[in-house]
């Protein structure tokens, strides 16, 4: 089992940034897929960005340029770089972990096998 613990949310304002951090434990995940999802209210919970265990990036197409994901296995922990921030990019960011053996898309949700408790990201205009 892995437990994934998301932090570095809050409020911020429109072109401003934040930088969420993922602590895993129970297992080392160094080969494990990692990612980010987000969901806002009222609206279907989507992929944000993924980073497989060679660090090979996938992004959505709304956070290119814009959010950047990385991981240190070292420490066990994903990050996900936010800049330019947009009152949509408001809603609560989930950390999700893959044990890497899947070949379900890495923008589906079905392939995550973990998820964080997720933490709420408010951007105001």
């Known amino acids: 089992q892995v437990q994934l613990v998301e932090s570095g949310g809050g409020l911020v304002q429109a072109g401003g940034s934040l930088r969420l951090s993922c602590a895993a434990s129970?297992?080392?995940?160094?080969?494990?897929?990692m990612g980010w999802f987000r969901q806002a209210p009222g609206k279907e919970r989507e992929f944000v960005a993924g980073?497989?265990?060679?660090?090979?990036?996938y992004y959505a197409d709304f956070v290119k340029g814009r959010f950047t994901i990385s991981r240190d296995d070292a420490k066990n922990t994903v990050y996900l770089e936010m800049n330019s921030l947009k009152p949509e990019d408001t809603a609560v960011y989930y950390c999700?972990?893959?044990?890497?053996?899947?070949?379900?898309?890495?923008?589906?949700?079905?392939?995550?096998?973990?998820w964080g408790q997720g933490t709420q990201v408010t951007v105001s205009s």
């Open positions: 999700v972990a893959d044990r890497g053996a899947s070949s379900v898309s890495y923008y589906s949700q079905t392939r995550y096998d973990y």
């Open positions: 129970g297992r080392t995940i160094s080969s494990y897929v």
């Open positions: 980073i497989t265990r060679r660090s090979t990036l």
